[in-house]
């Protein structure tokens, strides 16, 4: 009989803090032969607590599971997240667990974990209750990055802030879009600079601006800069915000294409000039910025 485990929680973003909870159970695991497994929620809990204040989450399901199987995890379960399992009580959490995943041995959360109805429980009440069950708990203590405690909602403040180079630090692998290309205006090609335009709508919308960026296309990471926003320069008034990137070296894809898109550094805030020459030349200084941050430039 293989043994489970558990890790536990919602998992957006799978940071540093996240990931030092899957390695406590790959320890746990690689001890006894036994498998890595994750328990999140689909729907992130907040978005059934209070829909009216609900956590924009950083990354899409596929995203977080792609980040989850690359910090150790072997098998994933999303449970619904829906009024029914909210009500469980915390008393009996782990005689749920362990009826939901028979051969599960230990679980793994973060030392601020809650649980059950009410959120009444916590780590410490989790140790007693899942005892009752031969379960063991480690309570894995927060990640700390210089002066900052890693969370998830820290990411989000970064990330809408246009703080990126902290956000990455914390999220370990840099921030990324996902989508396939869509048909633009052709604008950048007038000017010397064309662009490939991503079909993207994150939940998170992170700050206007042009980035660094690495555009990965068939396995290729092409250096790139990339504009995030609403270009006012070319649009007489607010639209919904696009990812645009300009390739800077390597094979142009097509539309249609998928494409993910890696945040590298955010090189300046988004804004409006008083004509096409003058964006012109900023794009152009923002190529050259760009090279240097991905080492194409010495």
Not at 116 to 139: C, F, P
Request: net charge positive; hydrophobic share 40%.
């Amino acid at each position: 009989m293989t043994t489970l485990h558990l890790a536990i929680g919602a998992f957006d973003g799978v940071h540093l803090g996240h990931r030092a909870v899957l390695h406590s159970a790959r320890e746990a695991a690689r001890a006894d032969g036994g498998i890595v497994g994750v328990l999140t929620y689909d729907p992130h809990p907040s978005k059934v607590l209070r829909p009216e204040s609900s956590v924009p989450l950083i990354f899409t399901r596929a995203q977080k599971d792609e980040r989850l199987t690359e910090a150790g995890a072997q098998l994933i379960h999303h449970e619904k997240f829906d009024r029914t399992h909210a009500g469980i009580e915390a008393a009996d959490f782990p005689k749920w667990l362990k009826k939901t995943f028979p051969h599960l041995k230990s679980l793994h959360v973060g030392s601020n974990f809650q649980y059950g109805r009410g959120r009444a429980g916590n780590g410490e009440t989790l140790i007693t209750h899942a005892a009752a069950e031969e379960l063991d708990v480690k309570l894995v203590a927060a990640v700390h990055l210089g002066d900052e405690t890693v969370s998830s909602s820290r990411i989000r403040q970064c990330l809408a802030a246009g703080e990126l180079d902290l956000a990455n630090a914390m999220l370990l692998r840099p921030y990324e879009a996902e989508g396939t290309i869509i048909s633009g205006r052709r604008l950048g090609r007038t000017i010397g600079f064309p662009t490939v335009n991503l079909a993207w709508e994150p939940e998170l919308k992170p700050a206007y601006g042009v980035y660094a960026v690495e555009v990965i296309f068939k396995g290729e990471a092409l250096p790139a800069v990339a504009n995030y926003g609403q270009r006012p320069t070319v649009e007489s008034g607010p639209v919904a915000p696009l990812l645009e990137a300009h390739i800077l070296r390597g094979p142009a894809p097509s539309t249609g294409d998928a494409l993910r898109v890696r945040w590298i550094r955010r090189l300046r805030t988004e804004q409006k000039f008083a004509d096409l020459s003058a964006l012109q030349a900023q794009i152009a200084k923002d190529s050259a910025q760009a090279k240097l941050v991905l080492g194409l430039l010495s």
